[in-house]
Each structure stands twice: as C-alpha cells, then as structure tokens.
C-alpha cells in the first residue's frame, strides 16, 4: 500500500523475509523495522542493527514488548532476564562491573549497600532487622535505630 508522507508519496515496499517491515526511506528491504510474529519465524527486532532474530543479543532484552523489539538492559546489568516481563531490563544476570552487590535472593545490581542494608558477603547486601534502620556486620548490630522502636536505643551500635 502507499503511504503519504508530508505530501511526498512513497511507494509500497515489499520487504526481505524475515522482516514484516523494512525502511521504506531509504529502499533497505532488508533492513527491519519490525519482525513477523508467526511461531516459526525469527521475532526479536534488535533495531540497531534492523535485524530480526530467534532471541535479543546479550546484553538487550524485550522487556515485555509485545512487538518483541530489543532494548539494552539496565546499565547496572551486562546481562539480563528475557522472561517477557516488563522490568527484565533490570533483573540483571550478571551485573556490570561497577555494580559489585546484589541484595539477598535478587537479580538486582548495585554500587553499594544502601541504608538499611549492611554487606552481608563479598558482594551481597542484606536488610538490616528491626529496630535497626541502619546496620553493619550483621542484620542485628545497629548503628542507626528506627525512630518508631524508641525503647530498643540500647541495641544502637557506635564505633
């Protein structure tokens, strides 16, 4: 079908297979813009490259796209999950060098341990317990208290 754009008339293109869609500025039949979706067909669009695949490059994810187009992971991720969910670009497989910690049982990635969290392994982070909001060495040993356990000061660590 032809489309008309800003007045200038482009004439349908008939795009390579894999390719449901293809750049139809600049004739590229076999650069994709999106991918068919039938079972047996290569479905992951990595739009970079305008190529469609059986999965996303490592390091990109579909991240729930319903479309299927690859978009890079969060940066705190070399890698990450491709479940179909929406929020995989965070859920990271392996983390990216400067995100040393995860926080227990996570595929969450992070510089540092936050507040309220203490370094529980070389490179894990786990939730202080209450009444701490703030710990270190341990769940337990706390060197800052939660102001709605007044009555547990006593438990407040100081270096």
């Known amino acids: 079908m032809d489309a008309l754009d ?4 482009f004439p349908a293109l008939e795009c390579d297979y ?3 869609e293809c750049d139809s500025i600049t004739g590229n039949r076999d650069f994709c813009t999106a991918c068919w ?8 669009l990595m739009k970079a490259t305008g190529q469609c695949q059986e999965q ?3 390091g990109f994810t ?3 796209h319903d479309r299927h187009v690859c978009s890079s992971c969060d940066n705190s991720c070399t890698t990450c999950n491709d479940n179909g969910n929406v ?10 060098d400067e995100f040393v910690f995860r926080l227990n049982q996570s595929q969450l990635c992070f510089e540092f341990c936050y507040p309220g969290y203490y370094q ?3 490179d894990t982070c786990g939730r202080c317990e209450a009444p701490c909001a703030d710990c270190e060495g341990t769940s337990t040993r706390c060197t800052a208290c ?5 009555e547990n000061l006593s438990k407040l660590w100081n270096s």
């Open 37 to 44: 979706q039938e079972a047996d067909d290569p479905k992951y």
């Open 62 to 64: 579909s991240n729930g």
């Open 56 to 58: 996303c490059t490592p």
């Open 87 to 96: 929020g995989d670009d965070k859920l990271c497989i392996e983390c990216d």
């Open 6 to 9: 800003d007045f200038i008339l």
């Open 146 to 150: 939660n102001p709605d356990h007044p």
């Open 120 to 122: 529980s392994s070389e």
């Open 18 to 20: 894999p390719c449901e």
